[in-house]
Every structure is written in C-alpha cells, then in structure tokens.
C-alpha cells in the first residue's frame, strides 16, 4: 500500500520523486527484511532513451539485494520483478508493484525462517527490480548482459513476481 500510494509516477528516466523514492523505499524494506544475513545494495544505472518526443533527464537504474549463500554461494537464484511504469497508467499498482511487494513478503518470510531456525541460505539470492521494462525490456535486459555477463552459468533460478494474484490487464 505505502509503495503504490506514496511513489506513483515511476518512469524510468525520468528524475521523479515517485520512482526514486520507490527504490529506495523497497531497498531499505530488503535491508531490514533480510536483516542478519549480510544484504548489499547494489544500483546499476544504464542509459535509456525514453517516450518519443519526452527526452530523458536522468539515468534509469535496477536495484538488487543479495543475500551470500553459505553451502553454494556460487550458486545464484534471482527473484525479480519492474518497478517502473507508464506515465498514463492507471494499473501501475498491478503493473508491477504487485510483484515488488511479493518480493517484499518472500524476503520477510525467508529472513523470518532463517531467523527462527538459526539457519541461512544455501545459495546465493539476488532480489532484483528492474527498470524501464515498460519502454521495452531494458532493465532485465541490461542485467543479464551487462550486470551478470559472464556469471550467466552461476544461474540455478529465476522467479520473475510480475503481476502476480491479478487477472491482467485489469479493465
């Protein structure tokens, strides 16, 4: 609700209080999430061109929390989602901040197992929200060729929490 309603406006290359404000408020929400098991924040801006006829005014950026596994942390499980949207959008709570706050609550809960069970992760999680995928893919595009070049093989997983529990597009 706070994400959805505090950070509207979220396009990526556009220097606006909603879409830096919804990254940041996710990245520290992962950080006390996963709490006690080391989390790093990592941004990686890249270049993006924008809407036809909106030139852009800054960088658009992903957003990525990794948790170190501890059995195989050269094993890597990515859990992402976009958190960008259309400036007209009115579904942009749907698409996509549906799937950040799922990414949200499985951090919680796997922080909270962990906690409970005095135990950590065997493999290595990245929680990722990837920018301007509304423009195009660009964002998880940038990441698997730029961000995670070369470490593609280290991949065991994917989970992509795109416009989850939702029939959409919502009308």
């Known amino acids: 609700f706070t994400m959805v309603t505090r950070y509207q406006h979220r396009e990526a290359g556009y220097s606006e209080s909603g879409h830096d404000g919804f990254a940041t408020y996710w990245a520290q929400e992962m950080t006390r999430d996963l709490q006690g098991f080391s989390p790093q924040v990592y ?37 992402g989602c976009h958190y960008d949207g259309e400036a007209s959008s009115t579904q942009s709570a749907n698409d996509d901040a549906s ?11 796997m922080g909270n197992y962990w906690r409970t069970h005095h135990v950590a992760p065997a493999r290595t999680l990245r929680f990722v929200i990837f920018d301007a995928e509304e423009q195009g893919l660009y964002g998880s595009f940038h990441y698997l060729n730029n961000t995670v070049n070369g470490d593609v093989p280290n991949i065991v ?14 009308r």
Request: hydrophobic share 40%.
């Open 43 to 79: 941004t990686d801006t890249f270049h993006v061109n924008g809407w036809q006829g909106k030139p852009v005014t800054s960088h658009a950026f992903n957003v990525e929390v990794t948790v170190p596994g501890v059995t195989y942390p050269g094993q890597v499980v990515v859990i």
């Open 99 to 109: 799937g950040c706050a799922i990414e949200l609550g499985v951090a919680q809960a």
């Open 157 to 170: 997983a994917m989970f992509n929490e795109e416009q989850n529990g939702i029939a959409y597009p919502l």
